[in-house]
């Protein structure tokens, strides 16, 4: 059975995550320590002790996914899991899905997403910038509350995550309008999310533009599977087009329903969320047009058992 791994952004990262995973299995530890050295601090470490709100800081969060993701694929491997047919991630998830498929190296990636995480907070200050998901409403109406209620103010969809799910994400005040406007149009819910900085808004720009010197510096390989960007959910296969992708993906949406359909479009029949949490299993459930394609996750040794079990033979 052909498979895909996707890997989780932003909002999946929690005190605790894969502990359940490091008492099975030595590898998940020695991935972190590995990160640690990179990065000059103790990442399992705030990863298992908190706080929260540090964790939650973009330029820690980052690197803690990315370890994660990289941790549970090595797990996936130890434990005779074959090797994905194609490969995708929501936001930060793009460069874990890039090291999976062997287009990035993980020391380097690690380094590479501090310095996203730093360059993006630096951009915003905690508190000037909010996102928050709007469930519930056509992405026509989203967008259209977003423009009622910028008034001279940045306040734009960000992703578009599934049918009836679209994350919002500007500066704060503009953003709680938006959230007034989307309810007023008919929103089941808004929910502001554990974010330190408006991803993929056009406040990142700075940002984007210091990661693309950054960039420069670094080598990346062609995917030896199948990598689609949730940019716009086409497959990349060149190295030359990685590093201008990377640099449009911060400050640009995030299209996870059209990423979600290029894996379908490849052949995949089970796509499984690589690392902590199960966001994007219950996004993958709503993408519409896709239809036939079972769903697992690995956020514990029960459900990564499952997911081996089920690509068995792939």
């Known amino acids: 059975m052909p498979f895909?791994?996707?890997?989780?952004?932003?909002?999946?990262?929690?005190?605790?995550?894969?502990?359940?995973?490091?008492a099975t299995d030595p590898v998940v530890r020695a991935?972190?320590?590995?990160?640690?050295?990179?990065?000059?601090?103790?990442?399992?470490?705030?990863?298992?002790?908190?706080?929260?709100?540090?964790?939650?800081?973009t330029e820690y969060a980052q690197p803690a996914l990315l370890a994660a993701g990289v941790a549970i694929l090595r797990l996936w491997a130890k434990r005779g899991g074959g090797e994905p047919a194609a490969v995708s991630g929501h936001s930060l998830?793009?460069?874990?899905?890039?090291?999976?498929?062997?287009?990035l190296d993980f020391s380097t990636a690690i380094d590479v997403v501090k310095f996203r995480g730093q360059v993006m907070q630096e951009a915003v200050p905690p508190g000037a910038g909010q996102m928050a998901a709007v469930l519930g409403l056509a992405d026509a109406e989203v967008e259209a509350a977003c423009r009622e209620a910028?008034?001279?103010?940045?306040?734009?969809?960000?992703?578009?995550?599934?049918?009836?799910?679209?994350?919002?994400a500007g500066e704060t005040a503009a953003v709680q309008r938006a959230a007034e406007a989307a309810k007023a149009r008919g929103a089941k819910r808004v929910l502001p999310l554990a974010v330190s900085v408006?991803?993929?808004?056009?406040l990142l720009k700075p940002a984007a533009e210091k990661l693309g010197k950054r960039l420069e510096s670094v080598e990346f390989q062609a995917p030896r599977v199948?990598?689609?960007?949730?940019?716009?959910?086409?497959?990349?296969?060149?190295?030359?087009?990685?590093?201008?992708?990377?640099?449009r993906?911060?400050?640009?949406?995030?299209r996870w329903q059209d990423a979600v359909r290029?894996?379908?479009?490849?052949?995949?029949?089970?796509?499984?969320?690589?690392?902590?949490?199960?966001?994007?299993?219950?996004?993958?459930?709503?993408?519409?047009?896709?239809?036939?394609?079972?769903?697992?996750?690995?956020?514990?040794?029960?459900?990564?058992?499952?997911a081996l079990t089920a690509t068995k033979g792939s």
């Open 93 to 103: 998830g793009e460069f874990t899905a890039l090291v999976a498929a062997g287009a």
């Open 150 to 168: 910028a008034q001279g103010a940045v306040v734009e969809a960000v992703n578009y995550n599934s049918a009836g799910q679209v994350v919002i």
């Open 226 to 247: 199948r990598y689609v960007s949730a940019v716009d959910g086409k497959t990349y296969s060149n190295p030359a087009e990685l590093r201008p992708l990377l640099v």
């Open 262 to 306: 290029g894996l379908a479009a490849a052949g995949v029949q089970h796509i499984i969320e690589c690392g902590p949490g199960k966001v994007l299993t219950g996004l993958n459930k709503r993408v519409e047009g896709v239809t036939g394609i079972a769903l697992g996750s690995t956020d514990d040794p029960a459900a990564l058992e499952a």
């Open 31 to 57: 991935t972190f320590d590995e990160a640690s050295k990179v990065l000059g601090y103790d990442l399992w470490q705030l990863t298992q002790e908190g706080p929260q709100e540090r964790l939650n800081l």
């Open 4 to 22: 895909a791994f996707v890997f989780p952004g932003q909002g999946s990262q929690s005190v605790g995550m894969l502990a359940a995973h490091a």
């Open 198 to 202: 408006p991803s993929h808004s056009s």
């Open 249 to 254: 993906q911060l400050a640009s949406p995030v």
